[in-house]
């Protein structure tokens, strides 16, 4: 049983345009929301993240969008430059647990051409 | 620097027999937790522990085993009775439950069973 998921696996963006990656739960008790970066053969970094109180977050280049009703979420690069072409990783948490309790999507493979 | 260290990076084994993977962290978390990822897949959380002395299976734990005697330390022992133990292996650790952060990782071991 999939919780989060990423349903594209691979993204592909000309440098300097807008980057979108999707993802989808379905756990009404997930309350807060992270997005990681993984290089290949490295741990994932912390990007950016958002509480299920707000439906939007920013930091520099990256925002975070999230849809409750239709349990969706999004993060938008702008502009996307040629460094940000990782694997990015969605994933929730339930609240009362532990903050590293993480359930993840499959990833998206991002690909930011110069 | 504060981080989180996980040695080996590389480590091979024959089937049959048990490996130590270790982790050690300077962050002062109080909690820690053990993730597995596929290739083409998210990561799974393998074991997790908030407290020293406590620990909790995650998602997939069947195989595997942990010990938590010092706040800095959480190695995962991959057992013979893991039947697919060929994985890149994560270690995070987090703040207290209450404290609004997120999970940093360490680099990784990619596990290898010959």
């Known amino acids: 049983d999939q919780q989060v998921k990423q349903n594209s696996p691979s993204l592909s963006v000309q440098e300097g345009r807008i980057s979108i990656l999707n993802c989808d739960y379905t756990?009404?008790?997930?309350?807060?929301f992270l997005w990681y970066k993984k290089y290949p053969a490295e741990g994932p970094t912390f990007l950016i993240s958002i509480s299920s109180i707000k439906d939007k977050n920013e930091d520099g280049r990256f925002t975070v969008f999230l849809n409750k009703s239709a349990k969706h979420l999004s993060l938008h690069i702008v502009p996307s430059q040629p460094g940000d072409s990782a694997v990015y990783f969605c994933?929730?948490?339930?609240?009362?647990?532990?903050?590293?309790?993480?359930?993840f999507g499959q990833g998206t493979i991002l690909t930011v051409h110069p | 620097d504060g981080g989180i260290t996980q040695s080996p990076k590389y480590l091979f084994r024959k089937e049959g027999q048990n490996v130590t993977l270790s982790c050690e962290q300077n962050?002062?978390?109080?909690?820690m937790y053990w993730y597995r990822q596929d290739p083409g897949q998210g990561l799974r959380l393998i074991y997790y522990s908030q407290i020293v002395n406590d620990f909790q299976k995650g998602d997939i734990a069947e195989g595997y085993s942990v010990s938590r005697e010092k706040k800095e330390s959480f190695p995962l022992t991959v057992t013979s009775a893991q039947k697919n133990p060929t994985a890149f292996y994560l270690c995070?650790?987090?703040?207290?439950?209450?404290?609004?952060?997120?999970?940093?990782f360490g680099q990784g071991t990619r596990l290898t069973v010959v």
């Open positions: 962050l002062n978390h109080d909690a």
């Open positions: 995070a650790s987090s703040a207290f439950i209450h404290l609004n952060t997120e999970a940093f």
């Open positions: 756990n009404s008790m997930f309350d807060y």
């Open positions: 994933a929730a948490r339930a609240g009362g647990t532990s903050y590293g309790k993480l359930t």
